[in-house]
Nanobody
């Protein structure tokens, strides 16, 4: 299984970006798909995830309703829609897949497959 993330870029505060993550070599029905981010000098932190069924999403509190995750199952693609971006959202964003589908994984070590990061830079 491989993941390919894309869609990062530079925006001004208040702007929006949509990140995409394509899963290949596997089936999205078998994985919870998560998004993480990591800023320089900081630990990787959980942003949010969507369950293997695609029926439930869950997020870290800092997203405050600004971020949304959804899935296009036929395209094996998961999206992270980010609105009302703030400078503190600046980070490399990673998508990841977890075979732990019986609960809601939030920790990096619960995810087995990682895509390369895509950089998001928000200027004030």
């Amino acid at each position: 299984v491989q993941l390919q993330a894309s869609g990062g870029g530079s925006v001004q505060a208040g702007g929006s970006l949509r990140l995409s993550c394509v899963l290949s070599g596997g089936n999205v029905w078998n994985y919870a798909m998560g998004w993480f981010r990591q800023a320089p000098g900081k630990e990787r932190e959980f942003v949010g995830a969507i369950t293997s069924t695609g029926g439930t999403t869950y997020y870290s509190d800092f997203t405050q309703g600004r971020f949304a995750i959804f899935r296009n199952t036929p395209k094996s693609t998961v999206y992270l829609q980010m609105n009302s971006l703030k400078p503190e959202d600046t980070a490399a964003y990673y998508c990841a897949a977890s075979p732990r589908t019986q609960y809601y994984p939030r920790m990096p070590n619960e995810y087995d497959v990682w895509g390369e990061g895509t950089q998001v830079t928000v200027s004030s």
